[in-house]
């Protein structure tokens, strides 16, 4: 079958309306605690997971790949906060997909495709080169070019991005997200089951950390 830019956009477009209520916040600001049960449930597609096991703290990260304060938190405090806490066994770093619309799903998409010990550095990529393959008057093209840097062929990619479990698995998880605890804004944290808001600086966020250390 031949992945066309309006099947791509068909096969994605259930999320638009849901994410409309979403937004991008860049400031930070803390609610209530969760407790564990309700942040140890996994979506159908699993967690991806940074760290050690054992580690005291876990850092539960919400985050959209169109989302700006995201781009902003992984490629400069999340950079800084691998080396200081997650290296060095204190802290256990989970992402979880919100995809605030249609291309940040298909983005979530392609990562998901990817050998799993690349997710990391696949998100990574895609928050670094953000600008070029996110805000496009040509979305479905540049993903095909993001797959092929990142190793797909142009088939994979196709078969990637109209591959139906995976785009419920990623909805699945913000829809959880959402309803069950209460995110409303990406990005959103639970740091030991603490909800924290918003772009957080190093700084910020080793109070956070720290106290639970």
């Not at 600008?131 to 196709?158: C, H, I």
């Amino acid at each position: 079958m031949t992945l066309s830019r309006r099947k791509f956009l068909e096969r994605t477009s259930a999320l638009t309306a849901a994410s409309l209520a979403f937004a991008a916040m860049p400031t930070v600001a803390s609610a209530q605690t969760y407790s564990e049960a309700d942040l140890n449930k996994v979506g159908p597609l699993g967690d991806k997971v940074i760290g050690q096991a054992d580690a005291p703290v876990t850092v539960i990260e919400y985050a959209s790949l169109t989302c700006g304060h995201c781009a902003n938190f992984h490629n400069t405090t999340y950079k800084e906060l691998k080396k200081k806490y997650i290296d060095t066994g204190k802290v256990r770093f989970i992402f979880r997909e919100f995809p605030l619309d249609t291309v940040a799903a298909a983005g979530f998409m392609l990562a998901r495709c990817a050998p799993e010990d690349k997710y990391f550095d696949i998100m990574s990529l895609m928050f670094e080169q953000q600008r070029s393959w996110a805000f496009t008057n040509d979305p479905y093209s540049a993903l095909l070019n993001m797959g092929k840097q990142l190793g797909f062929t142009e088939e994979a990619v196709k078969a990637c991005l109209t591959n139906q479990e995976i785009l419920d698995g990623v909805t699945e998880v913000r829809d959880y997200g959402s309803d069950t605890l209460g995110v409303d804004s990406t990005p959103t944290f639970f740091i030991n089951g603490e909800k924290v808001s918003g772009a957080l600086s190093l700084e910020e966020f080793s109070k956070y950390v720290d106290k639970n250390l």
